[in-house]
């Protein structure tokens, strides 16, 4: 069992260096857009549950503590 685990984690390493190596993504990617796509995402966001909360009519079940109030109690009707 313990040369299967020894070959897989080998294994492994070798798929990540080979991923890492033959990367064709500049390495100054994040330093370029990262703030851009940071600040659009965080604007899309925005826009689509602004959109969402106001123009879609979804009724949200908020609770309806102190905004009902319970009926007065029936007795029930004397059978004589």
Do not use: D
Not at 29 to 39: C, Q, S
Not at 44 to 60: D, E, R
Request: glycine share 10%.
């Amino acid at each position: 069992m313990f040369r299967f685990a020894k070959a897989a984690v080998n294994l492994t390493g070798q798929a990540g260096r080979q991923v890492r190596h033959g990367s064709t993504a500049q390495p100054n990617f994040h330093t370029k857009y990262g703030n851009g796509l940071m600040v659009s995402g965080a604007v899309f966001c925005v826009a689509v549950w602004s959109y969402v909360l106001t123009q879609t009519g979804i009724t949200w079940n908020l609770s309806p503590v102190g905004k009902i109030m319970p009926k007065e109690w029936r007795e029930p009707e004397s059978e004589e």
